[in-house]
């Protein structure tokens, strides 16, 4: 009848609709902009207007001779190279910020982080609370061995070590795909079209 017809539709709506609102609450920042993750950049500028939350992407635009490592607050001052957490030199790095608090990330190539290719930034909560259900934790942490240090990576990227697409994630914990203000909205758009059906 009419109404199995109307129910299918609202069901349809609010499928799209928090597909929607999921989309538009993750974020990708380009590292640099234009400039890309270069040499003579500043990153402290590029970064100070900007809000980065749980769940958005960095993603880093390069060309072969640098990397991407994800470092201590320690080594990120002093631009020490060799512990990176994780690291990446596909020239395509995408790095999704998984953890709230602060990130540091310089090139790995000698000289490089000294002439200015560090980046620091302070993760936000997604939205205050966890919990959500989501489906949890199915994206695998795939870090790229870091170089070393001594050798100027100048290899194309087709490394063996790295994943296709360049990507890493920080090894810490997985958090809710959707935010808890996310799930209430759509819950009052499901009540809405309810009530109208
Ligand atoms: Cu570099």
Redesign the pocket.
Known sequence: MKMGKIKSRIACLLIVCCAIIEAAAAAVFTVGDSSG???GADYRTWATDKTFSVGDTLAFN?PP???VDEVSANDYKTCTTGNAIASDSSGATSVLLKTAGPHYYI???P???G?G?KLSINVVAAAAGGGGGGAGGGTTTTAAPAPPSSVPTLAPPTGLAVPAGGTFTDPYSSSARLSPAAAVFCFYVFAILLYFA
């Open positions: 993750w270069a040499l390069y001779g640098h990397t090139c790995g190539v000289g490089h982080c002439g290719m």
